[in-house]
Each structure stands twice: as C-alpha cells, then as structure tokens.
C-alpha cells in the first residue's frame, strides 16, 4: 500500500515537473515572437499594427494582402518578415507579361534522361512575396490560386506539395493607378487579412530620413524565428479556448455583414472560420490562452473589407469596404 502510495506521488510530481518545462517553453518561445516583431518593427518604422496583422496572418496559417500606394513600405514589410522568420525566400516580381509557369514551374525535356524532368518555380518556396500583383492579368493571378487554398499545386496532372509553413505576402497598388487588374474574388477570399500601410507619422518620417537606407537594417537582421519554432507556434495558436459567447459574438458579426443595407454579398462561413483562426492567433500574440472579443475586434475589419461586396450606387462617392466593416463593429453588442 505505502509503495503505491509513493507510486502515485512520483507519477503527479513527474507530470507536474513536465507541465511546468512546457510552460517554461512556452514562454521561451512566445518571447522570442516578441523579439521577432520588435525586429520587424525597427525595420519597418510608424506600422506597429499592420506589422502584428501581418505575424496574426502567419500564426493563423493564412496569407496576407498589403494593398497602398508605391513607396510606402509594402515591399520592405515582406522583406522583413522573411529575414525574421529564417525562413526560405522567393520573391515575384508580377508583370503584364509574366505567365502562370513562370510562377509555378513547367517540365522541361532532357535529352540525356530522355525523359521530361519537373523544373520547381518560385513558388516552391516557405515565404513568397507576390509584388504588384494586380499588375500581372487574371490568369497569371489565379496560378496562385490552387496553392494558396490547398498548399500545393498541380503541374501535368501530377500534384505537388508546396513546403511547409507556406506564407504567400502579396503586395498591391491601388486599382485606379494605371497598369493595374482587379484580382477576382475567389483569389481575395484566399487572402486572410488585408492591410493597408499609409504614409508614416511624422516622427517615424524623420528618422527614415536620418538613419541609413532601410536595405542596410534588412541585410543586417538576424533570424530570430526558424521552421520548428514557427509550427510549433501555428499550432499552439490553433488551440486558443474560444468560449460560446465569443462564437455567439462572430455569429452576431457575420449576420450584421448579411443584413447590411449596403452590403449585396455578406461573409460567408468560411470566412466566419477565418475570423476565429484570426482571433485565436491574435490572442496568442498577447500571451493568451483565450480569445477576448477585444481580439475579433483587431482583427475584424482587415478580415471583412476585401470579402464582402458593395451594393453598387449611381452616385460618385463609392462606400468604403472597411468603413462600412467598421460600422459593422460599431453597430454589433459585445455579449
């Protein structure tokens, strides 16, 4: 009896003593996502929260779109990003003249095997900054498509696994700039979140204009992140607690997108799935095991803008997208 007793004893202090190493790595780890999007921060000066939209993307295992003007800071973002993680890096430069395999490969034959052999595109890569990608015509756009939704693509009728983590960064001008196509729906819904930059406060302004070329920070940026820490963290995101009145919450907020006077294609529940992996994600990069609708909120109008479609009026003033979001959130009660 006394030996089952000690038994019992040594077993609970064995799993305490593991629990507590794996919050200590835990920890660890979620400091070092710190660290990491302080380094993005100090790259890319005046955007603190576009920087945390682009790491709540990653974490949720989603793809981000940066929609602004040229010389902005869209590219240097995605640069960042990718020295950070030390992850693989492919960037594509979208052009009117760019085709799909340019973008994802093509077979090519060997003279020598007798045989064609697979040649991999740049897609085939962990990160992918897509630029300009309104800039190339829709079917070049939709090559993308298949792997952004699936992670992987076909080539031949052979399909192909695309590397894990797989983070498309797409950057894109604004639609009226000349050049430039509208990417169809079905490639924006792939996108989780779209941010936008805009120009930098005055303070962050002046210090790009005193310190050295922003390309000096990239080339001088260590890796802070790696492919294990960042699965691992992907994964630990995907088990943030959402209580039931938090999914009685994103319910209430894809119904409001519904009913909206102004909107004629609300959210859909795909999209309503993606706010919560959003959600989950945004609460983990405030060290928490749970969503508060404070994070919904964060993460809603990037979310929301480019997925739900405007009733179009004969007037010369178009409804903002991301507004009206945002009267979504302001209308909607938190339970």
């Keep these: 009896m006394h030996t089952e007793t000690q038994s019992k004893v040594s077993s609970i202090a064995i799993s305490t003593a593991a629990d507590s190493q794996d919050l200590t790595s835990q920890q660890q780890l979620l400091n070092e996502l710190g660290k990491a999007i302080a380094q993005v921060n100090r790259i890319v000066l005046g955007h603190p929260d576009a920087v945390r939209l682009a790491f709540c993307s990653l974490l949720a295992g989603g793809h981000v779109l940066v929609e602004d003007l040229p010389g902005v800071g869209k590219t ?5 990003l990718a020295c950070t993680l030390g992850l693989e890096f492919r960037r594509i430069q979208f052009t009117s003249d760019l085709l799909p395999a340019d973008v994802v490969g093509i077979s090519v034959y060997s003279q020598t095997n007798e045989r064609f052999a697979f040649q991999p595109g740049p897609i085939f890569s962990q990160i992918v900054l897509a630029d300009e990608i309104n800039r190339a015509p829709p079917r070049t ?20 696994e695309l590397p ?40 962050a302004e002046r210090m790009l204009l005193e310190q050295p070329d922003r390309q000096t ?61 959003a959600s989950r994600a945004y609460a983990l990069l405030h ?49």
């Design 164 to 203: 894990r983590p797989f983070f498309v960064i797409a950057t894109q001008n604004p639609v009226d700039l000349a050049g430039t196509w509208l990417l169809p729906d079905s490639q924006l819904d792939r996108f989780l979140l779209k941010i936008k930059l805009g120009y930098p406060p005055a303070q």
């Design 287 to 335: 060290h928490r095991q749970h969503i508060l609708p404070e994070d919904v909120q964060a993460v809603f109008v990037a979310l929301a803008g480019h997925r739900v479609k405007i009733i179009e009026q004969h007037s010369e003033q178009t409804p903002d997208p991301s507004q009206i979001a945002q009267d979504i959130l302001h209308a909607t009660a938190v339970p």
């Design 76 to 80: 240097t973002l995605a640069n960042a």
């Design 217 to 277: 920070f990239l080339t001088s940026a260590e890796p802070i992140l790696n492919t294990d820490k960042l699965q691992t963290l992907i994964q630990r995101a995907n088990q943030v607690h959402a209580s039931g009145a938090l999914l009685d919450y994103i319910q209430a907020l894809l119904s409001a997108s519904r009913q909206h006077a102004q909107i004629s294609v609300g959210l859909s529940p795909r999209a309503g799935l993606a706010l919560l992996r």
């Design 141 to 160: 756009q939709s090559a993308l498509l298949e792997a952004m939704s699936e992670e992987h693509i076909t080539v031949d009728g052979k399909q192909r």
